[in-house]
């Protein structure tokens, strides 16, 4: 997938969707990330105690790329419509465009992936965000403009370290 330069990428999926993963094709400082903030916060990207600490500096950090007008990557679960009609209010600020990349990968597959990592977020938390997950409609109605499906795998994950 390509985008254009400037465009703010919102990936929406639930946790063990594929997010993070996907964004390893592209450059590491276009990545936005709630969990790699929560992470230097306090050594552990699932501690939701350091959400309100990474969401400033997601907010510090989207405004400074976008005011530059550089390619940016929103790596979270996104959601909620109150979440991604922050994000889109903050590009439209900067004149930047936006493209929301919607993970359909199913909730079981996700769920399957999150039992083999590490860092696991509970299994009714992401029933919850799969409940929340919005259909390209949704996202239309929203203000979205470019939806894109992301390359749907169900195969487990790997991460590769650069």
């Known amino acids: ?6 465009t703010l990428v ?3 999926g639930p946790a063990g969707s594929g997010k993070t ?14 969990d790699a903030y929560r992470r230097l916060a306090t ?5 939701q105690t350091a959400t309100p600490t990474a969401a400033q500096i997601q907010a510090l ?5 976008l005011a530059r007008g550089l390619t940016t990557i929103a790596d979270s679960t996104n959601v909620h419509t109150h979440v991604r009609a922050g994000l889109l209010a903050r590009a439209r600020y900067y004149h930047r465009p ?4 919607l993970f359909t990968v199913p ?5 399957q992936r999150n039992a083999a990592r590490d860092r696991r977020v509970p299994v009714d938390v992401i029933r919850t965000q799969d409940a929340h997950r919005p259909t390209r409609e949704q996202l239309r109605d929203e203000g979205f403009t470019d939806i894109r499906i992301a390359p749907r795998t169900t195969a487990p994950l790997t991460v590769a370290h650069r």
Request: aromatic fraction near 10%.
């Open 1 to 6: 997938m390509e985008f254009a330069p400037g």
């Open 10 to 12: 919102i990936l929406i």
């Open 21 to 34: 993963t996907y964004t390893l094709r592209f450059p590491d400082t276009w990545r936005v990330s709630l």
């Open 43 to 47: 050594d552990d990207a699932a501690d």
């Open 61 to 65: 950090l989207l405004d400074a790329r």
């Open 98 to 101: 936006v493209t929301a990349v």
């Open 107 to 111: 909730r079981v597959v996700c769920e």
